[in-house]
């Protein structure tokens, strides 16, 4: 089954009928996307803020929606309190362990009849977020340095531990390039042989209007699902504007700075031309004809949103842009 997914808030939830309209009406699970993070839950040693994930889960139940958990370790979501910390190794590990035993067991424990059946509202968990690097090496993290280079392994077997009913996924961005989707058939192959629970990839699809192509966004569904996990596009917008990289990427860390202002970068202030349109228009319609041909491979499609009003994209990779890269413009 192909599961419809949009990312949500808990404050739009909370606030906003139209949001919520437009979500009953189409999609059948959400993401949060920051309220289930490391930064939202994890606020101090043994101490956990489960209140906004709470709020969606509740949601999610009321509506008979599904939740995807994102993401229990990410290096951009570190607590300031733990990324500064400086206790042993061995503690380290240990906070990290009772975070996600934490963190799992609580959302856990919600569940919805759906088909007859009693299961947890949370479907599952982007375990491991962006790893890796675009050369398919292993990203230098604190979770590399401390708990070593097997940290993978390690924290997929804690995930398993304490919530064995979930599916558990890695999620990257770029997957859809030679050289990172290898370094990930090469993780997910190595989690698999030495007995850690992997059951989806996540391909983030922050696309472009002919960035990646059809062809390599196929190349990678049939590479992850030759290894037996189902592939799940998750985070899909397309970026209309000028791209300041000359690759398509999602590197939270970049700054461009410079560009901020700059008309030749942010040249549809006020509404998208008809033209472009159409384009984006036929770049979603080819985009979904090859995940229908592949739906049998495909479990979830996640867009990294609802309407281009709330869109990351208007203030990355440059702040104060006008894009237009999801379903529902700005008058939903
Ligand atoms: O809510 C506060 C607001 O109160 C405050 O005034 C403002 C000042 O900076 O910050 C607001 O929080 C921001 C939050 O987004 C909500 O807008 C955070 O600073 C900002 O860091 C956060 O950015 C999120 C980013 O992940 C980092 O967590 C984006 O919304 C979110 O779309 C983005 O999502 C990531 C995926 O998790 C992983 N893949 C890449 C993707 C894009 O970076």
């Known amino acids: 089954m192909c599961i419809r997914d949009r990312i949500v808030s808990a404050q739009k939830l909370a606030t906003n009928t139209q949001f919520k309209a437009y979500l009953n009406n189409d999609f059948n699970s959400v993401t949060a996307e920051n309220d289930m993070k490391m930064r939202s839950i994890f606020i101090g040693p043994n101490n956990y803020d489960f209140s906004k994930g709470d709020a969606i889960i509740s949601y999610a139940k009321q509506n008979g929606f599904r939740v ?51 299961i947890s509202v949370v479907a599952g968990w982007d375990v ?19 708990l070593g280079e097997n940290y993978l392994e390690t924290v997929y077997k804690m995930a398993e531990k304490y919530d064995s009913n979930a599916d558990l996924a890695y999620n990257d961005y770029n997957l859809c390039k030679p050289k990172k989707r290898e370094g990930a058939v090469k993780l997910i192959k190595s989690l698999q042989k030495n007995g850690a629970k992997i059951n989806s990839v996540g391909i983030q699809a922050h696309w472009q209007l002919t960035s990646p192509t059809l062809e390599e966004i196929e190349t990678s569904i049939l590479a992850f699902s030759e290894l037996g996990v189902k592939v799940m596009f998750t985070e899909l917008d397309i970026s209309v504007l000028p791209n300041p990289w000359e690759l398509s990427g999602a590197e939270v860390t970049q700054n461009f700075k410079k560009f901020e202002g700059d008309k030749k970068m942010n040249p549809f202030p006020e509404n998208l ?39 990351w994209l208007n203030d990355w990779p440059i702040k104060g842009r006008t894009n237009y890269p999801l379903l529902f413009d700005r008058n939903y």
């Open 128 to 146: 491991v977020n962006e790893a890796l690097n675009g050369d398919g090496t292993l990203r230098e993290s604190i979770f590399l340095k401390v």
């Open 68 to 118: 995807f958990g994102h993401a229990l370790i990410w290096h951009s979501s570190i607590p300031d309190w733990l990324v500064n910390f400086t206790g042993t190794d061995m503690a380290f590990e240990e906070l990290i362990e009772t975070y996600i035993k934490e963190t799992v067991a609580h959302f856990s424990q919600e569940k919805i009849i759906l088909n007859g059946q009693e």
């Open 273 to 311: 031309p008809d033209s472009v349109k159409e384009k984006l228009a036929k770049r979603y319609e080819n985009i979904f004809k090859l995940f229908v041909k592949h739906k049998d491979k495909i479990s979830r499609v996640t867009f990294w949103g609802v309407t281009d009003k709330f869109s």
